[in-house]
């Protein structure tokens, strides 16, 4: 039998597979590692900072804060390199402060029982605003480290290479895996997105967990914001808006549950590489408009969507309320 | 004729209540108001320049317009315990209806008729998922509201795409005009606010929605077709909606669906919250909404006036925010009033 | 261990005294549990059980009171310090989390692992142990939801045991079982208890009770009853325990009920049932007449009032109201229909809290006329002034928020809804549970006065008083199933008593 655990991620990677292959047909030398090599580069913020949303999302919380974040970050990156700091000690900085942005979060979601929606927008509007704040126009990041990572990056088989932003998004996924599947925290967070008063009674530490959940969120936040900073070796105030969105369908996409507690993180990659690949075919035609790439992540969304109901249904997953 | 004030009317039956409720919310509003008094003097000046009035009161009610019919929709869908994310597609859908059909050259009013039944689309759509389907509000919402906007830049396809604005008499005129002085759209936004409220407090279909959001087992065994509500609650936000989009879209002339009313669904929940309105739904404040819509507004224009970058108004957004809830939550408020007792169950 | 049991009690609570806005739940109850030894803990909804082992298991505090663990006075302040301590819990609804595989609920807060990391490799094998020693053998990585509730409730218990175990608490543990599985799920109690475990055991069957408890403890209203060998207490004693009042003769509070002919009949239902919820009845309920519904917590007296109503969908059957076949498929039909209805659970499927007690009052009449004929404002004070008179509802004025009324006010509340949509039919579903005793006696007056003013009524109730008190006709259930209907004379408390413990007794 099928664990019904797997069926979400399973509807995902089919999806994907079918879109590539859809995109092979199409056009010539689309299923080659290298346009996979692009893919992966160009979507590697989105699906960092969709990793981070995978725990909240997955603990039955949402972070509207995400695509300020990045934004935040970039600028911050920017303005520190002014200043003469090495990007990777501003990098350790900011991704300090998203730990702790997050944490606050988390603390005040927990203590004053809001809904994560509304104190997470609070942090959006907070955190866009500090980006005006810090500069208003675009910065350009000079240090030649950004230089060494946009040259840097592994070969694979065939024409195509890793770039070093697709390398942190792996790496960070590994981590993510790590964390949701082999910790007690990873655990913790499974348990209160599937039934939050259960997991108090069963003695998980709600408070402490929600923390580090939203503290988790705000560190893949910040590594995203750092990855498009160095990607596109500036810092603009406006940078990442919406992309709060795109990480949340992501989540979809890759087969976790927006009710919480169903759901893989793996999954989420690959639901951020089918909106990577939606862009990409439509870009390719070059003849269809780029209200397409929106519409087709909707139908898409809205299928997954139902998807789920009908299989909580099904398996009885959760209660119905 | 007198120009509509917002007044809380229909609360106004239930003294004592509205007096708890609504002192909060006005106060921030005459806090605001009389700040900016005294930061830049002359705020409070009101002249009249060919014929309209002109002043920074009149621009606060004048600039909230939008969000406060958006904020008046949101405070019924959120009544029933829901929330509606797409308020920012089905205006980015409605301008974009409004432009191909001018330039398909109809008549103006049936070109309003046809946005405003885009927009009972986008709530149709929505009401069929929440209440059909039996999917969450935030995320069933959220499906129109990533591809709304994309929907709106097909539709400027269908005439090409290239030129998108364009000039209406009618749609200006309710939009941008002014009547004896008065700007148009205050009329129009108290006449859809008037039809609201007669909606919701005339009929019985506000006692409806509160019941539904307050207990919809409850509601249920009470004989209320709860499915129903919930469905009927979706449509009028996104009407109001609708209309948000009709002033927006004739103010620019243009339709721009990527970036039309960004963020306008955070504003309007906000106005919601901030006029006593609490998530967890069964209360529908209009007036108080929209006087939170004008706190939003006021807050901008303020900031705008006094000569602070435009930049701070995002962080004062957000700490009027947290400020807010941290009134609203329980725990916070024993923490403050007995600071070693804060521990939570 | 202490060898001397009745010595040292494993547990001693007494004097346990805890009180949630508007309720007390538990007046000074005492507890006293033996190592070794099945404790049946009985009482009717809100007799106060889940709030005593809820603060034996550190979920709540008490108020006041004391608490030993084998002599020694403990106070767990929350689930995990009680379990550290040796006391474990099965909760009602399974709590665990159905999404999880069946590993990480064992393992959640409990596997050993360095660092905060988890090794599932051991965990796996903690678990397996844990099943195998209850004898259960199922693929572990599947997601606990997608197990029947028995093995749900297994893997509970599986869990709550810990090498340390001093005391199980299981709450309802049966109540969704199959004799089978009852049956295994017993001879791991037996087992449990041959290893000096104090097993608590709550339940509302009775024989269970007789066929697993060693001592019972029943609670009523918030009060301990008594305490009492399984083997000492006969089966309509201990019923009438649960929901007869004091020994003595219950008058039957009126006089005029032979004098009153029972009038045309309002409702019938002929086989009307649903399969895994209610065995198919025939029930009569006429003009002027009040028919009670008996039988113990989870016999069905809800599913059957709520049935009538079509807030239950039946199966099989027929329903016939003023003469006319209905399908009742939803409540609001139910309404126009004539027939109103009253919920047991005031605070979740009763009132709607925040608003206020006229728009309570007016929820039913108002969707009975529908949404566009709002009843006039006037009209409304008019209804609710009227209401609150003729009820005696205590209330500063019809504006209040209804949440903020005491119980027995909300409940009044609930009827004056019902009351308002001007029914032919009344249904009401324990009309007195949780409101003190004052209230009480005027809603039973009430019920009598509604009766007399022509209306047909229902009435489904845990106290055999009110029952005795109130009706002319009693239908009595056990196991989701009518078993008989008394009437007139034959309304006595011994007489239901004995029909609930299923001695002779059954009249046709």
């Not at chain 3, 009852?182 to 009775?206: C, D, N, P, Q, Y």
Request: net charge positive.
């Amino acid at each position: 039998m099928i664990n019904a655990k797997y069926l979400p991620l399973a509807a995902t990677v089919t999806v994907f597979v079918a879109l590539f292959l859809v995109g092979g047909m199409m056009y010539r030398n689309f299923l080659s590692t290298l346009v996979l090599g692009h893919i992966l580069a160009d979507n590697a913020f989105v699906i960092i900072a969709a990793i981070g949303a995978t725990f909240v999302i997955l603990s039955g919380g949402i972070d509207l804060s995400i695509g300020s974040m990045i934004g935040f970050v970039g600028v911050c990156m920017a303005v520190l390199d002014q200043a003469g700091w090495h990007p990777l000690a501003s990098a350790a900085l900011l991704l300090c402060f998203g730990i702790l942005f997050g944490a606050m979060q988390g603390y005040l979601i927990d203590f004053c029982e809001i809904q994560p929606f509304i104190v997470t927008l609070a942090g959006l509007f907070l955190l866009r605003g500090a980006c005006f704040m810090v500069s208003l126009d675009s910065v350009p990041i000079r240090h030649e480290f950004v230089q060494t990572f946009a040259t840097t990056r592994i070969p694979l088989p065939g024409r195509g290479f890793l770039t070093s932003s697709a390398i942190v998004m792996l790496l960070s996924l590994a981590v993510a895996i790590f964390i949701a599947h082999f910790t007690r925290f990873g655990t913790n967070i499974y348990a209160i997105g599937g039934d939050k008063e259960s997991a108090r009674l069963m003695g998980v530490p709600i408070r402490r967990t929600t923390v580090m959940i939203y503290g988790l969120g705000g560190f893949y936040s910040a590594l995203a914001g750092v990855i498009y900073a160095l990607y596109t070796s500036s810092g603009y105030p406006l940078a990442g808006s919406t992309t709060e969105l795109s990480a949340i369908a992501a989540v979809v996409l890759g087969g976790t549950l927006l009710t919480g507690g169903v759901g893989l993180v793996a999954g989420t990659v690959f639901g951020g590489m089918i909106l990577g690949l939606i862009s990409t075919l439509i870009i390719f035609h070059g003849s269809l408009n780029s209200a397409w790439i929106m519409i087709s992540s909707g139908m898409l969304l809205f299928g997954f969507i139902v998807l789920h109901r009908f299989l909580v249904g099904s398996f009885d997953l959760r209660g119905s309320s | 004729m007198m120009a509509e004030q917002t007044e809380p009317r229909p609360v106004a039956m239930r003294p004592r209540m509205k007096l708890h409720r609504a002192v909060w919310p006005l106060l921030a509003l005459a806090a605001i108001l009389i700040v900016s008094g005294i930061v830049s003097p002359g705020f409070y000046n009101i002249r009249i320049v060919e014929g309209r009035l002109f002043g920074n009161l009149i621009d606060i009610v004048y600039r909230a317009t939008p969000t406060a019919l958006v904020a008046l929709g949101m405070a019924v869908v959120i009544g029933t315990k829901g929330i509606d994310l797409s308020v920012g597609s089905t205006i980015a859908i409605t301008g974009a209806v409004i432009a191909w059909r001018i330039q398909m050259g109809d008549p103006h009013l049936v070109v309003l008729m046809m946005a405003l039944g885009a927009a009972t689309l986008c709530g149709i759509w929505n009401g069929f998922l929440v209440a059909g389907l039996g999917i969450q509000p935030i995320i069933a919402t959220l499906i129109l509201m990533v591809s709304g906007r994309g929907i709106g830049l097909l539709i400027n396809l269908l005439y090409g795409g290239t030129n998108p604005s364009f000039e209406s008499a009618l749609l200006q005129g309710l939009s941008t005009g002014h009547l004896m002085s008065i700007p148009t759209r205050l009329f129009l936004a108290a006449a859809i606010f008037l039809a609201l409220w007669l909606i919701i407090r005339r009929t019985a279909l506000g006692l409806f929605i509160e019941s539904v959001g307050g207990n919809a087992a409850a509601a249920n065994l009470a004989g209320v077709n709860a499915r129903l509500i919930t469905f009927v609650a979706y449509v009028l936000c996104a009407l109001c909606a609708g209309w948000a989009g009709v002033i927006m879209t004739a103010d620019t002339h243009t339709s721009d669906p990527v970036s039309v009313a960004m963020y306008i669904e955070l504003d309007a929940i906000l106005a919601v919250v901030i006029g006593g309105g609490s998530l967890a739904g069964g209360r529908i404040h209009l007036g108080m909404t929209v006087i939170g819509a004008l706190v939003i507004q006021a807050l901008t224009t303020s900031i705008l006036i006094s000569g602070l970058p435009p930049e701070y108004n995002l962080v004062v957004k957000a700490v009027v925010v947290l400020f807010v809830l941290l009134l609203q939550s329980d725990n916070a408020r024993r923490a403050i009033t007995s600071p070693f007792r804060g521990r939570a169950r | 261990m202490p060898a001397e049991p009745a010595a040292v009690p494993r547990i001693a609570m007494r004097a346990i005294r805890k009180a949630f806005p508007g309720v007390l739940a538990l007046d000074g109850v005492d507890l006293a549990l033996r190592p070794g030894e099945v404790h049946a803990l009985l009482g009717e909804n809100g007799a106060g059980k889940s709030t005593l082992i809820k603060i034996l298991t550190g979920a709540v505090r008490r108020d006041s009171g004391e608490m030993w663990l084998d002599g020694q006075p403990i106070d767990p302040g929350s689930t995990g310090e009680a379990q550290a301590a040796g006391i474990s819990t099965v909760f009602q609804e399974v709590n665990l989390i159905p999404t999880m595989s069946v590993t990480k609920n064992m393992a959640l807060e409990r596997a050993a692992g360095r660092f905060g990391m988890i090794s599932w490799r051991k965990a796996r094998e903690q678990a397996r142990a844990k099943l195998a020693r209850l004898g259960v053998d199922i693929d572990i990585e599947r997601p606990l939801g997608s197990f029947s509730v028995a093995v749900q409730q297994l893997v509970a218990i599986a869990r709550a045991l810990e090498d340390n175990t001093r005391v199980l608490v299981l709450d309802e543990p049966t109540a969704s079982l199959d004799a089978k599985e009852t049956t295994a799920l017993f001879s791991i109690m037996r087992e449990l208890k041959a290893r000096g475990i104090a097993v608590v055991f709550i339940t509302h069957f009775l024989e269970q009770v007789y066929e697993v408890g060693d001592r019972i403890t029943v609670l009523r209203n918030g009060r301990l009853v008594g305490t009492a060998a399984a083997s000492d207490v006969s089966r309509p004693d201990l019923v009438s325990m649960m929901i007869g009042r004091e020994l003595g003769e219950v008058e039957r509070a009126f006089s005029e009920k032979d004098a009153m002919a029972a009038g045309p009949v309002r409702l019938s239902a002929r086989g009307l049932g649903r399969k895994r919820v209610l065995e198919p009845f025939d029930l009569i309920l006429r003009q002027g007449e009040v028919v009670g519904l008996a039988g113990l917590l989870g016999s069905g007296r809800t599913e059957t009032a709520k049935m009538l109503f079509g807030a239950i969908s039946a199966d099989a059957g027929e329903l016939t109201v003023m003469g006319t076949p209905t399908r009742n498929a939803a409540p609001r039909q139910s309404l126009r229909a004539g027939i109103a209805f009253c919920p047991e659970d005031r605070k979740a499927e009763g009132l709607v809290a925040e608003l206020s007690v006229r728009e309570n009052i007016m929820l039913s009449i108002q969707s009975k006329q529908g949404w566009l004929k709002r009843i006039p404002r006037r009209r409304q004070d008019e209804l609710a002034r009227e209401m609150i008179a003729a009820l005696g509802i205590a209330t500063p004025d019809a504006e209040k928020p209804v949440g903020q009324l005491s119980g027995g006010n909300q409940q009044k509340v609930v009827l004056a809804r019902a009351l308002a949509s001007n029914p032919s039919v009344l249904l009401l579903d324990e009309p007195t549970r949780g409101i003190d005793v004052g209230a009480h006696a005027e809603i039973i007056k009430l019920i009598r006065k509604l009766c007399k003013d022509g209306l047909a009524l229902l009435v489904a109730s845990s106290e055999l008083d009110e029952l005795v008190a109130a009706t002319d006709r009693v239908a009595v259930l056990r196991d989701r199933a009518k078993i008989g209907e008394i009437s007139g004379e034959q309304i006595t408390r011994d007489n239901i008593v004995r029909m609930i413990a299923g001695d002779d007794g059954r009249a046709d």
